[in-house]
Structure formats: C-alpha cells, structure tokens
C-alpha cells in the first residue's frame, strides 16, 4: 500500500457559471501538514469540502483513506475531522457541552477536559457559544475537529482571526497533532504559516494547483532573483548602473535605490559604485522568500500586464 | 509524541475514557438544556398557558357561567372549563409555531447542521432532538395546565377523555408539520420568526384565545374547522363536553398533518 492518505485527480466543481475548481489533482502522503495556498476564491474551501465528502464533485476521482467521500461518507467521517471556515454553534451551548456533545459522537473520542486545557479554552469551559471572542470559537471549532480522533485533520483557515500567541500555540498543537500520526491538509493565507508548519504546499490559483513543493522549493522557484537596496551618498550617473550585466529592474524607492536582478550583480554594483566615488549606505539583500513565490504564481493577467 | 498525547488518533490504542451516550440522547440532552437556558423561551411554552388559565379562571366574572348557553351540550360546562381546550392549542401553538421553528432555521443559517453534517451524526438527528424536546415541553405545559385547573379552578373532568387525548396528539402533529414546513423553507431566523408568528396569532384566533369560538360570528366558525388549531380546539371542546364525536375536525387535523410533514420532509434543507 502507497502511503498517500488524500488523493485528488482532475476534480471539477462549477457553481452556476463560476468555475470554482477546474482539473485540480493533489496528492497528501500519511503524515504530512500539506498546505493549500491561494487567493480568496481560489477554490480551496470547495476543494477541501469535497474532500471532506460535505460538497459533491462534478467529476473528477477523490480518494481519502482509500475511501470514496460521497459513497463511504459515513466511514469517511468517523476518521476525518473537519474545521469548516464558517459555521457555529447552537448560540447557548457552552464550551465544556460542545465538546462532549461532540465526544459522543465518535467512537473513541480524545478527553474534552484534556483538549480544552490543550487549546487553553479550559477557562471558558462554562461560556455560551454566543459570549466566546473570535479567536476562541475559532479555537473551539478546532477543538471539535480533532475531538474524535481523526487520522485526517481537515483545517480551513486554523488561524484566521487568532491573536499571534495564540497562533503560535495553533501552530504547536498541529506539530503536536501530526506527531501523533495525523496528516493534516491545512488551508492559508499566510506565508508564514505555511512556511512554519507545512512540510509540502500547493499553491492554487483559479481552481487549479499552480505549483506543488517544499515551502524552500516553492521560494527557490521565485524568478525574482535577488533583490539589492541602499541609499547612495551622491546622485549616481545616469547609466553607470543600468548597464550592468545581470541587472534586470531600478527604482527609485523614498531616495533608496532598489535593483532587481541575478545574484552576481551585487559584486558589479559595488565595484561600479565605488569607480564613480559613492558609497552605498544601509545596504541590504533580500532573497526572495514563499510570498514573492505566491504573488508571482497567483498573479491575474491584470497584474502581470501592469 | 507518544500514546499520552489526549488527540492520537485510535491506532495508538488508546481506550475509550467514559461510555460515551448515543448521540441522540446526547443530542436531546444538550438541547433540551439549551431550551431551559432561555427564561423566554420556557416561561411562554411551559408556564404561560397554565398562567392564563389561572388569571382568567380566579379574576374573570364570567368564568362560573355557562360556557355557550344556547347550546344544550356547551351549556353544561362553565366558561373556564370550555376555555381549557382553547389554552391546550395555544400551548400547541406556542411550541410548534414559535421556538420550533425560528431555532431550526437558525442552526441552519448559522452553520449548525452544516457542521453536524461533517461529522458521524447526521444533522437529522438534530432536528429529530429539537422535536423531542417541544413534544416533552408540550406535555409539560398540557400537564400543568390541565393540573393548575383541575386543582385551582375546578374545572370538570373531560367526558371523552379518549377523544380529548386524540385530538390533542393529532392537533400537535398537524402544528408541528406547519412548523416544520416553516422550519424547511425559511432562510433565516428572521424569516422563520416572521411567519411562524404570524401563524402564531391567525391560529390563535381561530383557536378562540381571544374570543371563544362559540362568541365568533358564524363564517369565523366556519372557516375555523378547517384551520389546524381552529379544528383543534372543536375538536377538543367535544369531547370534553360530551358532543358528538368530532370526526370532522379531526379528519382536518390529520390531513394536515399528512399533507405537511412529508412536504416539510421534501422541502428541507440542511445548509
Ligand atoms: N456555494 C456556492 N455557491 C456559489 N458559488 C460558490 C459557492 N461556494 C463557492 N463559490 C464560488 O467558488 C469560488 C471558490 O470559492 P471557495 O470558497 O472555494 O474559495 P476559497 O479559496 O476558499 O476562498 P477564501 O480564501 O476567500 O476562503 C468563488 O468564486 C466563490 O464565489
Ligand atoms: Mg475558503
């Protein structure tokens, strides 16, 4: 047996005249954080209801655990947990009633006490639904995603709405969860999350999967070379640096001179700089990182004309 | 991480901390509470119809009188015993119409049944729940009104109490197949509450809360045998009473029940 816990081919799904997904194929090995990357509207809240077996497909072959979601769905669901991206709770139900209500629902539920000391919701154990902040119904919906033991944990924007320390204790419970044994298909927006926590992404754009890698790979694959900026203590002659080999871009940025171009260029820069007497102060090097990937792989035809 | 961890899935062979509850009755259990938390909500279908036939019983004049004085049968049961079928529907109405429905169209928009549908229990085991829940809340506010008169207001017995008992369980089938109608099609709780209420106040008219049908002009009366807690009331009234048994209204109450709860069926929705 192959060791992928989700798998997804050519899978369509249109609304009316919108194409929400169209030919997505994706593959989520047992164990992994996989994370779905894309704009909003991309297609990801379709693609993981689907997964989930809560929206039916229009064609297309999904596979999760090696079972179908529509026709074992029953199955499906006693081994999948899902946090749906919006849906609540009976308005007066209380944190501590949820969880066992929930509990109840599985076969060999996770201790609520336990997991609401680990998602440090014990103190609101008593509070209504309707009383709690964003973050903690947030954290309370996925609270109920993992209370039934899933080996597949569905998380649709796990973050949205969590304050930073909260999101760091998020982030290690998932790691803490995938330790366990659980592959998780996580749905972002934020770079930085998926860099943290995901061990493969797929960015989707347009209800397809653009690119597929390593957090690193997905970076690497960025052309946007390096990025070079400093303020010159002088004007700089028109010329010295547009001929340059390697230099591909200049602008002028609040009086910070910022170059676009290979790696290589920076030495030339340099030297050219000093040839003509200035010196480049505050100087500073970016590689690009996961979101000059995602703005260049995400982008509308709109935005690369521009 | 090892077996400790409170949320390894099942192949770390963790067992099971506590016999978990079916999920239904873990369902009624935490509706059933929620529907106590809500003071409104309790007080209007299990306090409120015993309350009402308490204050008209001791404070209204005419509570003693005969109840219709022109007709032979009516005219032998005080005006508080022929108004305690009429408190019946409106504990009826109350439940089926009201909270029913507007909170099955609030866990709908919000998401509720959705979420449930994303789990083992189907989101029909929650609607199945909030119906078991106003049954039990109907009996208590039937029981207590009937307790509350027969205690307090002496009001006598029913002559069929077969027949009273028959209508009432087929008067709750039909409001509850309206309100379930209600339930499935309206989009929001604003909506739901909209027309359930509005349902709400045409049947307790014709239910004779405000005025007891046999005071209603005659066309009120009739066009009140065939609305479902007009009927209800008829129907209720006969046989405690001792009128004729009331095969008209009850025949109205069960078809429609049966036109109702399988198109409430059909037409609902679970997001
Ligand atoms: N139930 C629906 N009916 C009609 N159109 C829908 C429905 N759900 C999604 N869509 C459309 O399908 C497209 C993809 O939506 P989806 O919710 O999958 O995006 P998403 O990637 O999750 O976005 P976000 O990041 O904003 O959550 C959007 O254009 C959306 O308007
Ligand atoms: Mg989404």
Known sequence: ?306 | MTAQHPIAHPSTGRRRLAPAPRPLLALIRVEARLFLRDPGTWFFTLVFPALLLTTLGLFMPWADDPYDATDPVLGTITAITGYTPIVLSLAVATVALTGYPATMAGYRQRGVLRRLSATPVAPSRLLAAQVVVNVLALLVAGGLAIGVATVVLDVSAPAQPVTVLLAFVLAAFAAFGLGSLVAAVAPTTGAATGVGMTLYFVSLFFAGVWFPLPLMPEPVQQIATYVPLGAATQAMTAGWAGQPFPTQTLVVLAAWSLVTVPLAGRLFRWS
């Open chain 1, 1 to 306: 047996m192959d060791d992928s816990v989700i798998e997804v081919s050519h899978l369509r799904k249109t609304y009316g005249d919108t194409q929400a997904v169209r030919d997505l194929s994706l593959q989520v090995h047992r164990g992994e954080i996989f994370g779905l990357l894309g704009r909003n509207g991309a297609g990801k809240t379709t693609t993981v209801e689907i997964i989930g077996g809560l929206r039916r497909p229009d064609s297309g072959q999904v596979t999760v655990l090696g079972l179908d979601p529509i026709r074992d769905g029953a199955r499906l669901r006693e081994q999948v947990g899902l946090q749906l991206q919006d849906s609540q709770l009976q308005p007066r139900i209380t944190v501590r009633e949820a969880l066992d209500l929930y509990a109840s629902f599985y076969p060999e539920p996770a201790d609520p006490t336990a997991l609401m000391a680990e998602l440090g919701l014990t103190a609101k154990a008593g509070t209504r639904f309707d009383r709690l902040s964003g973050g903690q119904r947030q954290r309370l919906s996925v609270a109920l995603a993992l209370v039934g033991r899933p080996q597949v944990a569905i998380l649709d924007e796990l973050t949205t709405g969590l304050d930073p320390h909260a999101r760091r204790e998020a982030w290690d419970l998932v790691r803490q969860v995938r330790a366990s044994g659980v592959t998780i298909l996580l749905v972002t927006h934020l770079m930085e999350e998926a860099e943290r926590l995901c061990d493969r992404i797929a960015v989707i754009a347009d209800g397809t999967v653009v690119a597929t890698g390593t957090p690193a790979e997905l970076a690497a694959s960025a052309r946007t070379g390096r990025i070079l900026s400093f303020v010159p203590d002088g004007p700089v002659p028109d010329g010295l640096l547009d001929a340059i080999p390697g230099v591909q871009a200049i602008s002028l940025l609040e009086g910070r001179l910022v170059l676009r171009g290979a790696n290589q260029m920076v030495q030339d820069v340099l030297v050219a700089l000093a040839g003509a007497g200035l010196h480049a102060d505050d100087l500073r090097l970016e590689a690009p990182n996961l979101e000059d990937a995602f703005l260049e792989l995400t982008r509308t035809e709109k935005e690369v004309a521009a």
